[in-house]
């Protein structure tokens, strides 16, 4: 279906089986790594990198955490993922977390005295953290073509601009520079925060006909339901009859949490069932709509750059 609805309490237990077999399976997966990343105005972004381990056949995933949020936010769901054979990055955005420092600079940065017209620049550690996972895929151990995306809040607006922006990179002569993204998913997203406005994005090609995206929100708070349903509405309602004729089509799909006011990562942390129902939907949706589809794995090495 391309509405689901999870319901606390009355969702279905996660059976002991179920958790042992994820205990064994992740006590066999790599341990987390922390990585430190520049990005071309000098920041240093700090992130942690859960290996998949499946080489050229793995799907990398960017989680991006909320305004004023870090990287430890997505812990949960980067795990679950991870053992799911996907590899994950998490950075904490500048001014965030660990990623206050400027190279050959005692400045600190603090999102407390950020600007709108500072908040732009979030878009670059996207950018920075595409760099690494491609110097990944060139090593043989990611398909960087099957880049996916998750954002929660603020962290939702960012990735769904930088998805659009990485589409606007046209093939070259020496190979591809961007159009790797292929999944987002949108948890509690709103359309336009603290400057940062998706609203123009939303009507584009990119995010109407050629993305999987996936909307998730907490249910009884009618503004951020009410956001959520205006975003999944804007996009499944010029791709509704394409993903009916043709089941193949990137799909659009719809959950909400009914019984809490909770939203974007706040769900992981949620008693019970829900946040492992919840992660395992967001892996079956990256799986079926990113990792099943035949997108052969490309060495996108620059050979320009190599040259140099």
């Given amino acids: 279906m391309l509405r689901t609805f999870l319901t606390l309490g009355l969702a279905a237990m996660w059976s002991w089986t179920a958790a042992v077999a994820w205990a ?10 922390t990585v430190r990343l520049v990005t071309k105005d000098g920041v240093i972004l700090v992130a942690t990198f859960y290996d998949g381990r499946q080489g050229k056949e793995t799907v990398p995933v960017l989680l991006v955490h909320d305004l004023k949020g870090s990287r430890a936010d997505f812990h949960f769901l980067a795990l679950r993922l991870q053992q799911q054979g996907f590899s994950v990055l998490v ?25 709108p017209r500072h908040y732009p620049a979030f878009l670059e550690d996207l950018e920075t953290c595409k760099r690494f996972l491609l110097q990944k895929n060139n090593r043989g151990e990611l398909n960087i073509d099957k880049l996916c995306l998750v954002g929660a809040k603020f962290g939702a607006v960012v990735a769904t601009l930088w998805a659009h922006r990485d589409w606007q ?51 009884q708070n009618p503004e951020y339901r ?43 942390r949620l008693k019970g069932s829900v946040p492992q129902q919840l992660a395992d939907r967001i892996a079956q949706f990256l799986d079926a709509q990113v990792r099943q589809r035949s997108i052969p794995w490309q060495d996108r090495t620059n050979p320009l750059a190599e040259a140099n």
């Fill in 24 to 33: 064994q399976a992740s006590a066999k997966m790599p341990k987390p790594e």
């Fill in 91 to 115: 950075p904490d955005l500048r001014g965030h977390g660990e990623s206050r420092r400027l190279q050959n600079s005692d400045r600190v940065l603090s999102v407390d005295r950020f600007r």
């Fill in 169 to 219: 990179w046209p093939p070259l002569a020496t190979g591809k520079q961007g159009q790797d993204v292929k999944a987002l998913v949108l948890i509690s997203p709103e359309r336009k925060m603290h400057g940062m406005d998706m609203t123009s994005v939303l009507s584009k090609p990119v995010l109407r006909w050629r993305l999987a995206v996936y909307v998730i929100v907490g249910g």
């Fill in 226 to 268: 009410r956001e959520a349903e205006k975003v999944y509405e804007s996009i499944f309602k010029v791709r509704r009859k394409r993903m009916e004729r043709d089941p193949h089509y990137p799909r659009v799909a719809f959950t909400v949490i009914r019984t809490t006011r909770l939203q974007g990562t706040d769900l992981f």
